[in-house]
């Protein structure tokens, strides 16, 4: 059984910077591409950016060049620094594991609250 816990959300200042972090669980961290998804107050969820298990990234355009998908298969973690915060990236950070085989999972996500 896969689970996802974020963490390293919080309150910052536009300008400012976080680093949030995800640790899995289970035996398919290795072999699963990883991401970040956010979802803002009346908004759907949207992609942010993915790593896969060649550690290829993607970005999507909002973010691309203030933040960082990072991966540790080591400690089953996938890190998502974010620089130049805007109040824009304000909601709810959510990581997921993609399984090769088809199976999604996703963690309970993690606050971010950015300030003007």
């Known amino acids: 059984q896969v689970q996802l816990v974020e963490s390293g959300g919080g309150l910052v200042q536009a300008g400012g910077s976080l680093r949030l972090s995800c640790a899995a669980s289970?035996?398919?961290?290795?072999?699963?591409?990883m991401g970040w998804y956010r979802q803002a107050p009346g908004k759907q969820r949207e992609w942010v950016a993915n790593?896969?298990?060649?550690?290829?990234?993607n970005y999507a355009d909002s973010i691309k060049g203030r933040f960082t998908i990072s991966r540790d298969n080591g400690k089953n973690t996938v890190y998502l620094q974010m620089n130049s915060l805007k109040p824009e990236d304000t909601g709810v950070y959510y990581c997921?594991?993609?399984?090769?085989?088809?199976?999604?999972?996703w963690g309970q996500g993690t606050q971010v609250t950015v300030s003007s």
């Open positions: 997921s594991l993609n399984t090769w085989y088809g199976r999604d999972y």
């Open positions: 289970g035996p398919s961290f290795s072999s699963s591409t």
């Open positions: 790593i896969s298990t060649d550690r290829s990234t």
